[in-house]
């Protein structure tokens, strides 16, 4: 695992997006998979100024979201259907049908998953596997206790993850839903590489059990440290606590 420093504001989330436009450039049919939350925000936005100025060319792209809330439709401000359409989707040249969100509001949670594992196998499996880190140390929707070699299944959240998630929700845990769909630890370790990206200083403790703890369910980030090739970028605020 190589983990990479960032000291100025802002920084952290420039290399993560180099980082994904130097794959896309190397392989224009690159099979991404994307996370969402406030530590994305600025790789996204780094991304479209690339699209809009240079011509970041997304059109043979294929995207796989690693999770969504079950019971929002994709129009809703909490849905993750919603931050990527408002974050990358509608300003780049991405295909629709080429990104893959879990669907949650289908009527089969099940079948969603395994749908879901069979649309990641048939692009040929995940590429590049961009992640962020929960304040529970989950990754994806994979709340501590996540067996290690999980697929993509029906969670239900841990309460500090609904605080923590609460903003888009006019700031109430108790309207955040209970349950999503995640690509499991299993289904993430499959990825070719992994990038976790981990900002801000009420990160830096849970950042340091995953990087220096025991590779423990009880951590869901530190399975990556069994992952062959994982990158992990840290502001100077996620690295210090300051
Ligand atoms: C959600 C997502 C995670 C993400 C986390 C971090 O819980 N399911 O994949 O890592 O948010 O959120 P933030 O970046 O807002 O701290």
């Not at 290399?15 to 436009?21: F, V």
């Not at 530590?39 to 011509?55: K, N, P």
Request: proline share 5%; hydrophobic share 40%.
């Amino acid at each position: 695992m190589d983990v990479l420093f960032r000291s100025q504001k802002g920084q952290a989330e420039i290399l993560t997006a180099t980082i994904i436009a130097q794959a896309l450039r190397a392989e224009p049919d690159l099979v991404l998979g994307l996370a969402t939350g406030r530590t994305m925000d600025g790789v996204y936005a780094q991304l479209v100024r690339w699209h809009q100025e240079i011509g970041l060319d997304f059109s043979r792209c294929w995207t796989f979201n690693l999770d969504e809330y079950i019971g929002l439709p994709p129009s809703h401000s909490g849905a993750f259907h919603r931050y990527m359409r408002d974050h990358l989707f509608q300003h780049v040249n991405l295909q629709p049908e080429h990104c893959q969100v879990p669907d949650g509001l289908a009527p089969d949670g099940a079948l969603e998953c395994q749908r879901y594992e069979d649309r990641i196998q048939a692009a040929g499996g995940i590429d590049l596997q961009l992640l962020g880190l929960g304040l529970t140390g989950h990754i994806g929707f994979n709340e501590p206790g996540s067996a290690f070699d999980s697929r993509t299944h029906e969670v239900r959240l841990a309460e500090l993850t609904r605080q923590q998630n609460a903003e888009q929700f006019g700031g109430l845990a108790s309207a955040v839903p209970l349950r999503a769909i995640t690509m499991g630890l299993g289904t993430i370790l499959e990825a070719r590489r992994c990038l976790l990206l981990v900002t801000g200083a009420d990160k830096a403790p849970i950042l340091g059990q995953v990087l220096a703890g025991p590779v423990t369910p009880a951590v869901p980030g530190s399975v990556l440290r069994r992952h062959p090739h994982c990158t992990v970028i840290v502001d100077q605020a996620g690295s210090t606590g300051q």
